[in-house]
């Protein structure tokens, strides 16, 4: 069973597969699937998804797996709703991660630091002022932004 | 928050002091779809009918919209649909005779819906229920149970004997009543992978009591065939928590076990000094491995 839906210029066909007999849980597989298809850059920013009643017709799904795939992924940012409209995938900026999962991104280059300053001798205040420094010296030059994938 | 429409506490139905079911509890929210799963005599039967108080619990009691479902007033009964597993259709009227007959307890009959739905669903409405197949009268059973929109729709192994294509136009209303969101299903049936598409709750009933409930991805997650695969033999008994059964077989051991989480995995593959591979199972797999 897959679903075709078109993007806000009704040019790109996707589809998702979803099997519900199988050991994942159909919410997952539409999650994974539209993050995945979100990060790969196959679903584009702006893209329409189809809606909840769409979505859980064409496949024969509980209507609220559904609405919790897209409730999930809004929290996520990968997601986009919108009033009266249908939910899109957000633009780039918006599908940053939590900030707890980023955090947990630094945990080892900090850990790493911290032993190193604990292994010179440093204190808890030469560190903060070593790492602002560096900070502003980043900050001086050109920032890239991440690039999402063609 | 909403109140629940269905809310059973320590509900309990014996027949002549022989118990068929026993402390059962509940609750179904609006926009609930609940699967109810259980062998032949586990007591699906008996629950459905004493949420819809065609008999009156010999223990605890059951609430529908905040009433005793047994003392239901007619208001409320108004808002109830439901479709027996032997259709009580009468063999000699035309199927739209028997929708008229039912649809004239009902002010607010959707006879547009049934119209619809009669033409979808191929069912000729000038033939008589005798001469009917059991698909035909199975449809048209489900059709006077939808007819008047209740809130709260009650099915008894419903689909039994539909074919593929009709299950599936079935399973597309079902959808079309939970997309709603304010209105409620709860059915029995045999085939899993109905109740797998569009449960967002299971009950399993076991020896007539409820042996599991709760939402359906949690099920499917926390229920998981566990390998395990070790360079030495593994100890005869195996210390796997929560394990429903262990196999062991020298060096490698199978477990099916309830409420895995993902975290669990480095701890308990230390401990066995084995390499672990985690299996997700599907609803037909738990159901059976819950019956073992």
Partial sequence: MVHYFTNAVGRCRRLFILKPH??????????????????????????????????????????????KVYTLLEAEGVLERNRGKPMTIATPERTQAPLANRLEQLEPHVEQVALAAQQLELTEKDVVKALHNAWEKNDEQPVHRRTRPR | MNSPYIAAHGLG???????????????????????????????????????????????????????????????????????????????????????????????????????????????????????????????????????????VLILDEPVASLDP???????????????????SVVFSSHIV?????????????????????????SLKDSIVRLHARSTRPLPASLEIPNALSVQRDGTIATAIVQGWSPDMHDGLARQLDAELEIEQLTLEEIFLELHR
């Fill in chain 2, 13 to 151: 139905k014996s027949f002549s002091g022989k118990p068929v079911l026993a402390d059962v509890s509940f609750t179904v929210e609006p926009g609930d779809v609940v699967g109810v799963l259980g062998k032949n005599g586990a007591g699906k039967t008996t629950l459905l009918e004493l949420v819809l108080g065609f008999t009156p619990a010999t223990a605890g009691g059951v609430q529908l919209f905040g009433y005793d479902s047994y003392r239901l007033p007619g208001a409320a009964k108004a808002r109830v649909g439901f479709v027996p597993q032997q259709d009580e259709l009468v063999n000699q009227l035309t199927a739209a005779d028997q929708i008229g007959v039912i649809s004239s307890f009902y002010p607010k009959w959707d006879d547009t819906l049934v119209g619809r739905l009669s033409q979808e669903w191929e069912v000729d409405l000038t033939q008589r229920v005798k001469n009917m197949s059991v698909g035909q009268r199975q449809k048209l059973s489900i059709l006077l149970g939808l007819g008047h929109r209740p809130d």
């Fill in chain 1, 22 to 67: 199988s050991g994942m849980p159909i919410y997952r597989q539409l999650l994974e699937q539209i993050r995945r298809m979100a990060a790969s850059g196959q679903l584009p920013p702006g893209t329409e998804l189809p809606s909840i009643r769409e979505l859980a017709l064409k496949h024969a799904i509980n209507p609220m797996t559904v609405s």
């Fill in chain 2, 165 to 183: 294509v009709a299950r599936r136009q079935f399973l597309e209303q079902i959808i079309e009543v939970a997309a709603d969101g304010n209105r």
């Fill in chain 2, 193 to 217: 992978s109905d109740v797998e598409r569009l449960a967002n709750k299971i009950w399993i009933l076991k020896d007539r009591r409820m042996f599991w409930q709760g939402d359906f991805d």
